[in-house]
């Protein structure tokens, strides 16, 4: 069910009830799952992916010790897919839930031939960087959930 904040529904609530073509991995409490197209954006970074809470929830604070360790092991395993998939320099992994109030991890890979004056958050707006569609981001999701098998 999404919730309702302010005079608009949560966009990542919304998200958990409506599309799962892009799940990687899951459990009761938390999702791992890939940056989705959008009519708007057909294409996006590739390998952009999120941890998410399946409760409401706004702060890390309010998880339990066990979902907070579940995210700890789950980022490791989609640096080592980003490393291993992509020849990745590095994953990077970022918490703001300034615009969407719901507790979300974005995690992106370096990808090789980034420029150097890209970091952080900024090699995801690169203009030449690796995209994907919808097919391939399905394929990259079947391939990312093998990290998550043992």
Same mark, same amino acid.
């Given at each position: 069910m999404a919730m309702i904040i302010g005079l608009s529904i949560c966009n990542i609530c919304n998200k958990h009830n409506s599309n799962s073509e892009y799940l990687i991995h899951e459990s009761d409490d938390l999702i791992v799952s890939h940056m989705p197209p959008?009519?708007?954006?057909?294409?996006?970074?590739? @390998?952009?992916?999120?941890?998410?809470?399946?409760?409401?929830?706004?702060?890390? #604070?309010l998880l339990s010790d066990a979902q907070a360790q579940l995210i700890g092991l789950w980022t490791k395993k989609l640096s080592q897919a980003h490393t291993l998939l992509f020849k990745a320099e590095r994953t990077y992994y970022f918490k703001f839930a300034d615009i969407t109030p719901h507790f979300h991890v974005h995690l992106y890979p370096r990808h090789p031939g980034t420029p150097k004056d890209l970091? @952080?958050?900024?090699?995801?707006?690169?203009?030449?960087?690796?995209?994907?569609? #919808?097919?391939?981001?399905?394929?990259?999701?079947?391939?990312?959930?093998?990290?998550?098998?043992?």
């Open positions: 959008s009519p708007e954006h057909p294409e996006v970074y590739l @390998g952009y992916c999120f941890i998410e809470s399946k409760k409401h929830i706004t702060d890390i #604070s970091i @952080g958050e900024a090699v995801r707006f690169w203009p030449d960087g690796p995209k994907a569609d #919808s097919e391939k981001i399905k394929k990259i999701c079947k391939e990312m959930s093998l990290f998550f098998k043992h």
